[in-house]
């Protein structure tokens, strides 16, 4: 099999692309691509923490 290796360079701090991915309202804007309304629930982002990653029914991982 034949690997596949894809690199982007974005030019933007950690921070703000942390932002953009995982502020709630961010999340659920970039997400509804793959279904609208999907949301996750965590308690925290620190190593270690569980998140779910949950569709409008709460169904998910």
């Known amino acids: 099999m034949k690997n596949l ?8 701090s ?7 991915l995982w502020e709630l309202e ?3 804007k970039w997400n509804s691509v793959f279904g609208e309304g999907n949301y996750y629930k965590t308690d925290s982002f620190e190593q270690g923490s569980k998140i779910h990653l949950l569709t409008p029914n709460g169904e998910g991982m």
Do not use: L, Q
């Not at 290796?5 to 933007?12: E, G, P, V, Y």
């Not at 950690?14 to 953009?20: I, T």
């Open 14 to 20: 950690a921070g703000k692309v942390w932002k953009h």
């Open 26 to 28: 961010n999340y659920t």
């Open 5 to 12: 290796i894809f690199k982007i360079r974005i030019n933007a």
